[in-house]
């Protein structure tokens, strides 16, 4: 691009900013009636005839370089006064909030897209205080008819809104849009401005009249979401802990049982003296049938890693009796139980009730050392075995 010093696209003649391809040939040179946009100095308009670009220039030496982003901003400014009419892209809001462990986020729509809107009344370089606006748009309410919206905007063209009139619209919670004009040709017709004008991606919001309370309303709302989130988490783990402590309690009460109730099945082997033996089979072939012995010592009570038992002396033989209330004895303990006891009897107890009472629990008892036992039970490592 040339030289904005020597190639300048608009003058300005009255109140009106002139592009120089709206001259007709015979308005060459001074007869244009121009005069800079930047400096106020006349201006020449040159080769209207086509020959080279046409474009204005200082009748005289200046040290003026702003004249054409001056008429461009200032043409800007007329077509969207002239037109009544202005676009303006969607925004959102992102809204953090976390409380302790709880992260919510939410996005919040402040403003739709606005497309060619059209507005009731442009007032340019209207004295706000300590600024002023390039443009200030008012549209009447569709909703409420004395509700009157107004619309602050900037023109970028060389320079954006600085930061301390920026917090200051913001401070004073005004609606201002920026367009950026920086990236067009700085020869470009009004017809190129008014498209640039509307394209979306050209326009930015400083700031919106609603955001601040929408953000505050949001922010609330997320952050009552994350209060009660995190009381139901609170609630959920305390009413799990809760859980736990009972399942321990109650765990803890059935261990009890279950231990007293091979206690009892212990006593009363060595009180009866008597026992009905599974049959040792291997193969589905009965080695040795179902027998009672009636020669029964206890050696020991046996609480192990895996098991819980006991070890008694049957025709002067060492077996050890495994207790297990599931309907059928863990890889685990069998392995446990096979690799360590010559003799090892499995004794399932999980159809007898040991929860009952104990008239009850004495019967189930001798019931099941007269029959269960020798139906149930079986054997996990017997010598006539080939395990």
Not at 139 to 167: A, C, F, P
Not at 208 to 229: E, F, G, T, V
Not at 337 to 351: E, R, W
Request: aromatic share 8%; proline share 2%; glycine share 2%.
């Amino acid at each position: 691009m040339k030289s904005t010093n020597t190639l300048i696209p608009y003058g300005l003649r009255g109140d009106n900013c002139i592009h120089i391809t709206e001259l007709d040939k015979h308005e060459s040179g001074l007869s244009c009636n121009c005069i800079c946009p930047s400096c106020g100095e006349k201006l020449i308009a040159k080769s209207l005839s086509g020959k080279y670009q046409a474009h204005f220039a200082h009748s005289r030496l200046t040290n003026c370089n702003t004249a054409a982003e001056s008429g461009l901003h200032l043409k800007a400014k007329e077509i969207i006064k002239n037109t009544r009419c202005i676009s303006a892209p969607p925004l959102d809001a992102k809204i953090i909030r976390k409380v302790e462990y709880i992260h919510k986020e939410k996005t919040i729509h402040i403003a739709k897209e606005m497309k060619y809107f059209k507005v009731d009344q442009v007032i340019e370089e209207l004295n706000f205080d300590f600024y002023r606006p390039d443009l200030t748009l008012y549209k009447s309410s569709k909703k409420i008819s004395s509700e009157i919206h107004q619309l602050l905007v900037e023109i970028k063209v060389t320079h954006e809104v600085d930061e301390n009139k920026r917090q200051k619209i913001i401070s004073d919670n005004y609606s201002c849009i920026e367009i950026d004009l920086s990236r067009i040709d700085r020869m470009a017709d009004p017809t190129d401005i008014y498209e640039a004008i509307h394209d979306i991606s050209n326009v930015s919001w400083i700031h919106h009249s609603r955001a601040n309370n929408m953000k505050d309303q949001a922010d609330r709302l997320i952050l009552n979401s994350c209060i009660k989130a995190l009381e139901d988490a609170k609630k959920a783990a305390e009413k799990l802990d809760k859980e736990r402590k009972e399942h321990e309690i109650k765990e803890r009460e059935n261990r009890h049982l279950k231990d007293e109730f091979i206690k009892n099945i212990t006593n009363e082997i060595i009180k009866k003296q008597r026992i009905l033996l599974p049959a040792v089979k291997y193969n589905g072939k009965i080695l040795k049938k179902r027998w009672y012995s009636q020669t029964i010592k206890i050696k020991n009570i046996v609480e192990e890693k895996y098991t819980v038992g006991v070890l008694l002396l049957i025709d002067d033989e060492t077996v050890y009796m495994c207790f297990f209330f599931s309907r059928m004895l863990s890889d685990v303990r069998w392995r446990f139980v096979i690799n360590k006891y010559k003799y090892a009897i499995a004794a399932p107890l999980n159809q007898i009730y040991y929860h009952s009472s104990n008239e009850n629990k004495i019967i189930e008892i001798q019931k099941y050392l007269e029959v269960s036992l020798g139906i149930s039970g079986y054997w996990i490592n017997h010598p006539a075995r080939k395990i």
